[in-house]
């Protein structure tokens, strides 16, 4: 396993492989199971080349050959008109050979020893059967091992040789993997070459069906939810993101993600369900859906927040589920910080608002990479002029209007080769989309602009490490921007940057706590970023007013831990002191069981829970006041801090705000890991598994993240997963 910062809920090492009676195993291959097995803990040889010449195994070498043999004679080609000769099957010819005598006398010879049986004319292999059991040197052929792994060793003239045993069902287990992880046909396992490639690889591998194969599929995902739900019940709060998404069958999907952090802080992130949700889709549908999916992991008591878009069926969802937990009163500072909603998604409102602004420009620029890869001639004389103009290679964006870094990304891209357009346009008379020198001085600066929104989202999207904590020092960073180009001279940024602040005041106007508070929780940032930033953001009256109320949640949240802290703690020494002792009573003893069956405190036991009480909170409270009076930790430029392993290493001595930064740090701010489903391995879901039932490309795509991170394998962004269309040059 990669010891990465989310290392996905599968970290188990003793689970790695299957039980000998799995559900990955047939009785064909539980019929092996008298075959000697492997040491313990194999010894480890180092066979030298030189002085491997001359002392070779001779009763190995004669098994080959008899083996070889016994195939040729198999494979003998027939000839024509010819009755065909019966084919040998018998082990036993793996061990002998046919000899003639001089005299004629045809005998079958043992490869090992030498002795020679006589040949029945009925074709009987019994004698020869019966002399195997007694070869003594066949036994020492097999004693020990049954095979060896022979690696490569340092030098050229030695090798390595480990005890190593080939297992059927491991094979099938991991084979189940690979066919969820890389989104593979199951029928991918009857291709000829594959099997080929496997045999090669080792003759002992049986060939397996699609429909075994779905069955391994079927069993390895519920291997993985029964470690997915042990993981679960280790934790008390947990963040959910949820998406929707549309398959080329017209089916709607919900995809609900959970993340938290373990006992040992390190962040998970895994799908629970890829679940179909019936129509009609309204809010109360979508939730009705989500809580059933909550229900069959036991964590609905357990959600923390919930991350979705803006849309209004999200409210509907957030409203009726923080209502359930509100009952329960299972949410935080009564639920501020429960509907979280998703800051990429209000990154793109404001820069969607304010690219109409220059929407003519953009729809040149957009036409003339259109045409351009309309056809393979436009193509290679595009390439051809880049060429003379010693342009580096790279790729033409189409964007998606839907999407604004896709739009950025294209018009950065498109400003690059401006000149290649120039020249383009006197060579092609049906080009006429070609942006004004005025126009291309718009799209420059307004990728200078939208470069600060561009890193803030990269930052944000993030689903590997926590969001929660980086995101409010680069929102003042993106309000001063949008001041200074609201005081620019130019007309067109003017009126850009001003529909961009009407939407960054809709939604950030007020304080975001989470935001805030997560902030907060990074030792980098402490309340001095809040006292910071806080005045680029807002007027000075309204600063002050929001510091305050940022400090205030924060001490209530953390009084609300203090109180989760204290009650287990005397709970457990209530319980501690009865029945301790060999006749239910002790030294310290401090509660007395009463003829009726009730317990009557002491002195003792009164004093015992007051102190206990006392104690905790003022050592306990003591911990945020000395975490902010403490400086912020300054890291060295250039090198990754991680939020989470530092509270990690100081756990001791906050023991109950530790607790508490895990659980704001584990917050997804954006719902980027939740459509990242939505592309598995690089690619929108491709039509042979859409075209899945509903359950099985629910348990296709849960297993495929699961066992993506069981294998360390981190998920790589390819150019396709923004919905982009890249166009290369010749």
């Not at 689903?463 to 180009?485: H, Q, R």
């Amino acid at each position: 396993m990669s010891n990465v910062s989310c290392s996905g809920p599968l970290p188990c090492d003793e689970d790695q492989y299957i039980d000998l009676y799995s559900p990955f195993e047939s009785a064909e291959f539980q019929s092996s199971a008298d075959t000697p097995t492997m040491e313990a803990n194999p010894e480890i040889i180092i066979v030298d080349g030189e002085h491997n010449d001359g002392e070779h195994n001779e009763d190995v070498h004669a098994a080959s050959a008899g083996a070889e043999q016994a195939d040729a004679a198999n494979n003998e080609e027939q000839e024509p008109f010819s009755k065909r000769k019966r084919k040998k099957t018998s082990v036993t010819w793996k061990h002998f050979c046919e000899v003639t005598l001089d005299d004629g006398t045809i005998m079958h010879q043992c490869n090992h020893c030498g002795e020679r049986v006589k040949k029945f004319k009925d074709g009987t292999t019994t004698p020869m059967r019966r002399h195997l059991v007694d070869c003594l040197k066949l036994k020492v052929v097999n004693k020990g091992q049954l095979k060896l792994n022979i690696l490569p060793g340092k030098s050229d003239s030695s090798s390595t040789i480990q005890n190593w045993k080939f297992d059927n069902a491991r094979m099938r287990e991991v084979i189940s993997h690979m066919t969820m992880v890389h989104e593979l046909p199951f029928n991918f396992v009857e291709y000829e070459l594959f099997n080929v490639v496997m045999k090669e690889a080792n003759p002992a591998f049986y060939k397996i069906s699609r429909a075994t194969v779905k069955q391994d599929c079927i069993s390895s995902y519920g291997i993985g939810r029964k470690r997915i739900q042990k993981l679960l019940n280790t934790v008390n709060r947990v963040s959910i993101t949820t998406d929707m998404w549309t398959s080329v069958q017209n089916i709607h999907y919900m995809v609900v993600t959970c993340h938290f952090v373990d006992s040992d802080f390190k962040l998970h992130k895994c799908i629970l369900n890829f679940v179909e949700v019936p129509p009609p889709y309204s809010g109360i549908r979508i939730y009705d859906c989500l809580f059933k999916c909550l229900k069959e992991w036991n964590i609905e008591t357990k959600v923390a927040t919930l991350t979705v878009d803006n849309a209004r069926t999200n409210d509907v969802v957030a409203k009726k589920l923080m209502e359930n937990l509100n009952i329960q009163k299972k949410l935080a500072i009564n639920g501020q910080l429960f509907h979280v909603r998703c800051c990429a998604h209000i990154l793109n409102l404001c820069v969607q608002d304010g690219l109409l602004e220059i929407k003519d420009i953009i729809h040149n620029v957009r036409e003339s990479v259109k045409h351009v890869s309309a056809s393979p001639g436009r193509l290679h004389t595009f390439g051809e002029l880049s060429k003379q103009l010693l342009m580096p290679k790279k790729h033409l964006i189409l964007d998606v209007s839907t999407r604004w870094n896709a739009t950025y990304a294209m018009l950065s891209t498109a400003l690059e080769f401006k000149e290649v357009f120039v020249n383009y346009a006197d060579r092609e008379t049906t080009y006429n989309t070609l942006p004004s020198e005025d126009d291309w001085k718009k799209v420059e600066d307004v990728c200078s602009f939208l470069a600060l929104f561009n890193e803030a989202t990269k930052i944000i999207s993030g689903s590997e490490y926590p969001t929660s904590n980086l995101f409010l020092s680069e929102l003042y960073g993106i309000k001063e921007a949008l001041d200074e180009v609201t005081l620019d001279e130019d007309d067109c940024m003017k009126g850009m940057a001003n529909e961009m602040k009407k939407k960054f005041d809709k939604y950030w106007g007020s304080c975001n706590m989470l935001i805030s508070i997560g902030a907060v929780m990074d030792p980098r940032y402490k309340m001095v970023l809040v006292n910071f930033s806080f005045k680029a953001i807002y007027s000075k009256e309204k600063a002050d007013e929001e510091i305050k109320l940022v400090q205030h949640n924060l001490e209530e949240l953390f009084k609300e831990y203090v109180e989760a802290y204290k009650e287990p703690s005397v709970g457990s020494s209530r319980n501690a002191n009865i029945g301790s002792g060999p006749s239910g009573k002790s030294s310290g003893s401090t509660f007395i069981t009463s003829r009726f069956g009730k317990g009557i405190k002491t002195g003792s036991a009164k004093y015992d829970q007051h102190i206990r009480s006392v104690d905790c909170v003022e050592s306990v409270k003591s911990e945020l006041v000395t975490y902010l009076e403490e400086g912020v930790i300054i890291p060295e430029p250039g090198v990754y801090f991680d939020a989470l392993a530092w509270w990690n290493n100081n756990k001791l001595k906050y023991k109950i705000l530790s607790k508490m930064a895990a659980d704001i740090l584990a917050i997804p701010i954006t719902t980027v890991a939740s459509e990242s489903a939505f592309s598995a391995g690089g690619r929108v879901i491709d039509p042979h598994r859409s075209s899945l039932g509903t359950k099985m490309v629910d348990m296709l795509i849960c297993g495929a993240d699961w066992y993506r991170h069981y294998y360390g394998l981190q998920k790589k962004k390819n150019k396709e997963n923004d919905d982009m269309v890249y166009v290369e040059l010749p």
